[in-house]
């Protein structure tokens, strides 16, 4: 677990020990940039992104994905509401794994549900972060 409250090199990558199961929470926080455009969370495999989640703010959404096998399926950018994250302020992220989507929260508020695409959550082992950010915590 790595728990630093410094800022973070990106891009940034974590082994997930035992890779994901139901009730596992991945906790990202960190302050978008002044002059942000995107950045992106992803849970990985050693082949394949899982999970991508991907706040645009050159197209003010947040795009949701998976890549298997170097191709990207279709995206989910639908939200409840508008863009949760905004520039120049800090964020905390959180997903939580169920055993048929991802939950994710945005500063404690449900912000969507994706469901999973690949399957073998025990196979999704490691966390990539990068983008304009600065990244402060990260909890696996």
Known sequence: MD???????LPYHAA????LYPSKVITVSG???ENAQRFSINLCTESDIAFHLNPRFDENTVVRNTQIQGSWGSEERWLPFNMTFRRGYSFKVEI???AHCYMV???GQHLLEYAHR???LSAISHLEVEGDLELTTVNV
């Open 16 to 19: 997930i020990p035992g890779g």
């Open 96 to 98: 939580i794994c169920q």
């Open 31 to 33: 302050i978008v940039l």
């Open 118 to 120: 690949l399957k073998d």
């Open 105 to 107: 929260f945005v500063d």
């Open 3 to 9: 728990c630093c409250k410094t800022a973070h090199q």
